[in-house]
């Protein structure tokens, strides 16, 4: 009964639990332990001196704030646009997850599935797009963006933000490692190649869109160098500049800058903790991809 998946999985519990109470087991894990700390308190300090008083903040130092007060997130909403930040933030990432994951999808199935003249020039392409850095382009990319008058303008943040190519490799591996019989069937009952993209392949990759739409989301979101070259008013600023504008303008006010990066990060946060899974696996497809 070697092979009987219940002895295997209580045989591995076993081993596990062996491990976990060994020196090494015991160590290894206290080891984890304090990493995990030394990265969380950052995180934790913010949050607990964003509900300090100003005053407080330079006066008193402890893991815990003696009078909690929420008055730095109430200065953030109301004597800043963080409405209109978080709005502006919204629309762009939104704007660029959809753009990105379906042009990336049509260009990974054309590319895996379709032949066609300089089919190969394209891939090898978007294979050497990662020799070169998105940042060495922004100088282009405001030369152009100011050529055509688009600055300060929602479609001036999203289209350079539109180039992904790891989102086209994934794609295209992924159709690669489909049946050919599948497009074969389709197209013998006179489905034409957008019909099988989108009835056939693109619903058996629903998980791969999901963790790629996550991903793309936040890094769109957490995006700060080209929309802080864009954005030339204030209205138009993402949360990420505006956090850095709303700096500049409280000076030494420890508590309601951090206030303001709280409620800026907390959209990506909510996202990694409700999809966690799926952003795992984006970011394992894109590692073995760079890889």
């Given at each position: 009964?070697?092979?009987?998946?219940?002895?295997?999985?209580?045989?591995?519990?076993?081993?596990?639990?062996?491990?976990?109470?060994?020196?090494?087991?015991?160590?290894?894990?206290?080891?984890?332990?304090?990493?995990?700390?030394?990265?969380?308190?950052?995180?934790?300090?913010?949050?607990?001196?964003?509900?300090?008083?100003?005053?407080?903040?330079?006066?008193?130092?402890?893991?815990?704030?003696?009078?909690?007060?929420?008055?730095?997130?109430?200065?953030?909403?109301?004597?800043?646009?963080?409405?209109?930040?978080?709005?502006?933030?919204?629309?762009?990432?939104?704007?660029?997850?959809?753009?990105?994951?379906?042009m990336?999808?049509?260009?990974?199935?054309?590319?895996?599935?379709?032949?066609?003249?300089?089919?190969?020039?394209?891939?090898?392409?978007?294979?050497?797009?990662?020799?070169?850095?998105?940042?060495?382009?922004i100088?282009?990319?405001?030369?152009?963006?100011?050529?055509?008058?688009?600055?300060?303008?929602?479609?001036g943040?999203?289209?350079?933000?539109?180039?992904?190519?790891?989102?086209?490799?994934v794609?295209?591996?992924?159709?690669?490692?489909?049946?050919?019989?599948?497009?074969?069937?389709?197209?013998?009952?006179?489905?034409?190649?957008?019909?099988?993209?989108?009835?056939?392949?693109?619903?058996m990759?629903?998980?791969?869109?999901?963790?790629?739409a996550?991903?793309?989301?936040?890094?769109?979101?957490?995006?700060?160098?080209?929309?802080?070259?864009?954005?030339?008013?204030?209205?138009m600023?993402?949360?990420?500049?505006?956090?850095?504008?709303?700096?500049?303008?409280?000076?030494?006010?420890?508590?309601?800058?951090?206030?303001?990066?709280?409620?800026?990060?907390?959209?990506?946060?909510?996202?990694?903790?409700?999809?966690?899974?799926?952003?795992?696996?984006?970011?394992?497809?894109?590692?073995?991809?760079?890889?």
């Amino acid at each position: 009964m070697s092979g009987d998946p219940t002895t295997r999985d209580t045989s591995q519990s076993t081993a596990l639990s062996h491990l976990t109470r060994s020196p090494a087991g015991i160590l290894l894990t206290l080891l984890t332990l304090i990493c995990a700390a030394i990265w969380f308190f950052p995180i934790y300090w913010a949050i607990i001196t964003s509900l300090r008083s100003d005053q407080a903040t330079v006066q008193e130092f402890g893991m815990l704030p003696t009078e909690p007060t929420l008055s730095g997130y109430i200065f953030a909403i109301v004597n800043s646009e963080l409405p209109i930040w978080y709005l502006n933030s919204t629309i762009v990432s939104v704007s660029v997850t959809v753009l990105v994951v379906f042009m990336s999808a049509c260009t990974g199935f054309a590319i895996s599935q379709l032949r066609f003249p300089g089919r190969m020039v394209l891939w090898w392409t978007i294979l050497t797009s990662f020799m070169v850095p998105i940042t060495a382009l922004i100088v282009n990319h405001f030369i152009i963006i100011a050529g055509v008058k688009l600055l300060n303008t929602h479609i001036g943040m999203i289209l350079p933000m539109l180039l992904s190519p790891v989102t086209v490799i994934v794609y295209k591996q992924f159709f690669d490692g489909l049946p050919k019989e599948f497009r074969e069937a389709a197209v013998m009952d006179g489905a034409t190649e957008l019909q099988v993209f989108l009835r056939v392949f693109l619903p058996m990759n629903w998980g791969v869109t999901t963790a790629l739409a996550i991903i793309t989301f936040i890094g769109a979101w957490n995006s700060f160098l080209w929309p802080f070259l864009v954005a030339q008013d204030e209205k138009m600023m993402t949360v990420t500049v505006g956090v850095s504008a709303v700096q500049d303008a409280y000076g030494v006010a420890y508590g309601r800058v951090l206030a303001g990066a709280v409620l800026a990060s907390l959209p990506v946060a909510l996202a990694y903790l409700f999809f966690q899974r799926r952003v795992t696996q984006a970011i394992t497809l894109s590692a073995g991809i760079k890889g």
